[in-house]
């Protein structure tokens, strides 16, 4: 396994649509799956990434609210999410969002509050989950990459909404 390189803002490929995932047993997409595994593996408290953020216009993202510094208690572990689309959302709700792919930047972003979600996991098998809170959160911000969008096109304003992330490099100790 690998851990993949990142593309940042502004990268163009970034705001590629993806297509399906479509021959699960395909070695090559399994090798995907795992790269992308490693990938969020290798990046602390980050709680999900799609494949369209390592180069890879696949409808495939990774996530796992577990990973949080704060995990809500009732997320759904680890999911490998393919093709997913959006069955039934709920509720609004503003939230700050950062993201790998903008690393120096978060933001204020107004998503729904609980959402239905239909997918296939890593080996085709169809899944339906209701997620709630910040897991639906993050699926959401997660299945806009696969359509090409980032975070920072759903701020109401750039002015307001968008803030540069604190750098807490290592602290000077006095001797």
């Known amino acids: 396994m690998t851990v993949l390189d990142i593309l940042l803002y ?3 490929r ?3 649509e993806c297509e399906p995932v479509e021959d699960f047993a395909d070695p090559a997409i399994q090798g995907t799956i ?5 990938t969020l593996a290798a990046h602390p408290a980050c709680v999900g990434v799609a494949a369209p953020q390592a180069g890879c216009p696949l409808q495939l993202l990774i996530m796992d ?25 709920n509720g609004m709700e ?32 169809e899944a339906v989950l209701a997620l709630t ?5 993050v ?8 359509e090409g969008k980032l975070f920072v096109d759903r701020l109401v304003s750039r002015k307001a ?4 992330r604190k750098n807490y490099g290592p602290t000077k100790t006095k001797g």
């Not at 577990?66 to 689309?85: E, S, T, Y």
Request: glycine letters at 8%; hydrophobic letters at 35%; one cysteine or more.
């Open 14 to 16: 970034l705001r590629q």
């Open 94 to 125: 503003v939230g700050r969002e950062g993201c790998l792919s903008l690393p120096d930047y978060t933001g204020n972003v107004v998503r729904a509050t609980e959402v239905t979600v239909q997918f296939q996991n890593r080996h085709g098998q």
């Open 161 to 164: 909404d968008l803030f540069r």
């Open 10 to 12: 502004p990268d163009e």
């Open 139 to 146: 699926i959401q911000h997660e299945m806009d990459h696969l």
């Open 65 to 89: 609210c577990g990973r949080a510094r704060k995990p809500p208690a009732d997320h759904h572990g680890l999911l490998v999410v393919c093709n997913p689309a959006i069955l039934h959302w």
């Open 133 to 137: 809170g910040f897991e639906a959160r």
């Open 34 to 38: 795992d790269d992308l595994l490693e």
